[in-house]
């Protein structure tokens, strides 16, 4: 069964939103927006940090983009939002969904975020999911790595809404060179393809975080859900 791409329209308006919070309410440098190809499809891959980091990247990519989004975020006023400005939700059914969707949206010629750590931490991309990897695979569409520094600080909370005017970055990197080994199919090839994807955006991180004063943060703000409680 064939799936739909996500409207046209929604990214127009709602990229503007993006680029208000990004600019006016706080103070984003971007670099290295021509790295990103100027037109047909493309994946971008970013660290996660914070809660305001698909809003920032969403309104500073300089081309329409959608964004795979857990279905989690799809409530209250950001249900509308997000539906509105047809972002991609993740379902749970193993991203299945929409996975297919942001293949629609590659084939169309467009562009696709995605956050392969798969949730918001420490930002350093030690772990991702391979979900990226599918998309580059299946659409052969290039890969470019974007740095997102100063969105959650030390000892802030992974839901922080940052004061107005504070200081962020994201750089957008060279695209990645996937370069896979023959014979491979299948699952190893979608693996392979993950791990050039991870260590192609820490090296991107690396390469971005000693040029500015901002940092990413030092503890883990979900590490205590990992750990089993103590009986009382």
């Known amino acids: ?5 996500p409207s046209k329209l929604g990214p127009l308006w709602a990229r503007r939103v993006g680029w208000f919070l990004a600019h006016v309410y706080w103070n984003t440098e971007v670099r290295g927006k021509k790295r990103v190809p ?3 499809p493309a994946i971008l891959v970013m660290n996660h940090v914070g809660f305001i980091d698909g809003p920032i990247a969403f309104g500073v990519v300089p081309r329409r983009s959608y964004f795979l989004i857990r279905r989690s975020m799809f409530v209250g006023p950001f249900k509308w939002l997000l539906t509105w400005a047809a972002q991609i939700p993740v379902e749970n059914d193993g991203g299945r969904s929409a996975l297919a ?3 629609a949206v590659l084939r169309r010629g467009d562009v696709v975020g995605v956050f392969p750590e798969g949730t918001r931490g420490t930002g350093t991309a030690q772990s991702v999911h391979g979900g990226a990897a599918w998309l580059a695979v299946q659409s052969g569409a290039p890969v470019v790595p974007a740095a997102i520094v100063g ?9 922080v809404w940052p004061t107005p005017r504070r200081r962020l970055l994201i750089e957008f990197g060279d695209p990645l060179p996937l370069e896979l080994p023959d014979g491979l199919s299948g699952r190893a090839r979608q693996a392979a393809a993950a791990e050039a994807m ?9 390469a971005v975080l000693p040029t500015t004063d901002l940092r990413l943060p030092t503890d883990d703000p979900l590490r205590d859900r990992a750990r089993p409680k103590e009986s009382s």
Request: no cysteine; proline share 0%.
């Open 1 to 5: 069964m064939s799936v739909k791409a």
């Open 38 to 40: 100027s037109d047909g």
């Open 101 to 103: 969707s942001g293949l």
């Open 151 to 159: 969105t959650r600080r030390t000892g802030e909370s992974v839901n």
């Open 198 to 206: 991870a260590a192609g955006l820490r090296a991107h991180l690396a």
